[in-house]
């Protein structure tokens, strides 16, 4: 079994950055499908970003690509997402989560693990 812990969340003006981070533990492998959801109150959990095959593939949703990159320290099983140019819209709580290796990134059913989420408020 993973556990997954975020952390980074906060609040920020439109147009900053924050930093992410989720630390896994226990069973744990670095080739694993590791995403990054967000939920806005009232709204279903969306895909932001995701990394897969040890970090070797990395992709994001359109609505935050050129602005938010997803990485990964496999050696300190630790999962990045780095939020620039922030906008209101980005408001909610964002989740780490974990699946098997070679699971599609933008399927919430191909996790298995999540933490329980660090909240990121945007102001403009």
């Known amino acids: 079994q993973v556990q997954l812990v975020e952390s980074g969340g906060g609040s920020v003006q439109a147009g900053g950055s924050l930093s992410l981070s989720c630390a896994a533990s226990?069973?744990?492998?670095?080739?694993?499908?590791m995403g990054w959801y967000r939920q806005a109150p009232g709204k279903e959990r969306e895909f932001v970003a995701a990394?897969?095959?040890?970090?070797?593939?990395?992709e994001c949703a359109d609505s935050v690509k050129g602005r938010f990159t997803v990485s990964r320290d496999n050696a300190k099983k630790m999962v990045y997402l780095q939020m620039n140019s922030l906008k209101p819209e980005d408001t909610g709580v964002y989740y780490c989560a974990g699946g098997p290796t070679g699971r599609t990134t933008r399927y919430l059913a191909s996790y298995e693990y999540w933490g329980k989420g660090t909240q990121v408020t945007v102001s403009s």
């Open positions: 990394s897969r095959w040890g970090g070797r593939t990395t």
């Open positions: 226990g069973r744990f492998f670095s080739t694993y499908t």
